[in-house]
């Protein structure tokens, strides 16, 4: 069982930057692809970037590509999103994922854990 924990959520102004961790524990780092989604208000829960399983591959949609920029850190069992530019419409509930299956997967419903969410908020 992969537990999965986000940080470094808050308040910014729009243009300003936030770097989100997702601290892993549980199981071998190495075996999952990662991933970060974001939910906004009534809204459904959107892929916004895949790593690979030691980070040579990456992914992202074409909403943040540019700005934003998955990683992980191997040795301390942890994924990055550092978010730059941001934009009032960038305002959702942040989470990461892991998943087994090979590939860097956008779609929510083939990962296996996912941790709790953190805030973030862009004020214009």
């Known amino acids: 069982q992969v537990q999965l924990v986000e940080s470094g959520g808050g308040l910014v102004q729009a243009g300003g930057s936030l770097r989100l961790s997702c601290a892993a524990s549980?199981?071998?780092?190495?075996?999952?692809?990662m991933g970060w989604f974001r939910q906004a208000p009534g809204k459904e829960r959107e892929f916004i970037a895949a790593?690979?399983?030691?980070?040579?591959?990456?992914d992202y949609a074409d909403s943040v590509k540019g700005r934003f920029t998955i990683s992980r850190d191997i040795a301390k069992n942890t994924v990055y999103l550092q978010m730059n530019s941001l934009k009032p419409e960038d305002t959702a509930v942040y989470y990461c994922?892991?998943?087994?299956?090979?590939?860097?997967?956008?779609?929510?419903?083939?990962?296996?854990?996912w941790g709790q969410g953190t805030q973030v908020t862009v004020s214009s």
């Open positions: 549980g199981g071998t780092f190495t075996d999952y692809y």
């Open positions: 994922a892991a998943v087994r299956k090979l590939g860097l997967v956008r779609d929510r419903d083939e990962y296996d854990y």
């Open positions: 790593i690979s399983r030691i980070g040579l591959s990456t």
